[in-house]
């Protein structure tokens, strides 16, 4: 039982660890100023959240600390979604990455604020805020590039091409998914996103596999470049300090 | 019996060239932003003050901008936008005529009452 909280913290945890440092990819090379600061704000926003994960899965592993788990571990043990570590492409397919996995995450913290596990409870209720406006933000841009001009429109396009067959991972429970059962978020989420791409104009793919494994730690190609540049300092000179 | 109706305005809804706002933007609108001044309230009670400048292509977007780049530390607790254009402000020049003739009426001044210390910060 508790080896299955640990993973599932653990899987918490990596993931937004993963989208914040893709999101950080972006600073001082967003497209106008404002939106430099507010995705930069988001991937500190999914920072913090991720650090309380990390914190409450210290706590319960016992004799570690959060810059252990985060720096240390290999890809084969981090447990984040495929969803992302994915490129972040151009704006239109970081906003598009962004909405997908934020729209899911909020309705997983709405669960997950009344589940059993305390200290999950009180990260997800906190951290709820933050993620109800990453959704706003996000789905305001699918609506603004998808209902734009061509260019925005055909890259949206692509956008959804390439990311769509990592959405089905967030709903296929993992061994370890005891406390949220995420398959019965899948449709809720559908509608919503169906919503916001009626309004963008653009549409949503049927019949797609879905990728899976990121979960089980089974990774794309891009993890491994991702955890290089991340864990390359504390690797170089264990141990060291700001 | 008759009914009053309050109309609400949108913006957009009164047309630019009575909206009262300059014309000095001479780019084509359709492929910059506007600028927005930002106004923002750090405490309930307090006013709103100015707190700086943005583009962004829409209300809706410049409150967000707005609270991303003005708001990150904690300075505020509500925003007020407005597009450049519609702030008519005095003339440098005229600055003489308008502020001057105040200074030497000090029966004007509202110097010599003692405020309460509950409401001295003012």
Redesign the interface.
Known sequence: MNSQLIDYTLHLADTTLILSQRNSEWCGHGPVLEQDIAITNISLDLLGQSRNFYQYAAQLIGDTDENKLAYLRKEREFKNLLLVEQANGDWGQTILRQYLFSKFQYLLFEQLQNGNDEQLAAIAAKSIKETAYHVRWSSEWVIRLGDGNEESRSRMINAIDELWRYTGEMFAPAAYETLVDVSLLEKNWLDKVKEIFNEATLNVPENTFMQSGGKEGKHTEQLGFILTELQYMQRTYPDAEW | MTYTFIKKLYYGDIPEEKGGGSNYQTKDDATT?PLWEVFIRSKQGLDHKHAGS????DA??AI??AR??YT?RMEGISIWVVESKYINASNPEEAGELYEPAIDKIYRHPTFYQLPDEVNHM
């Open positions: 932003w943005l583009h962004a292509a809706q977007m967000e901008n991303d780049v990150r």
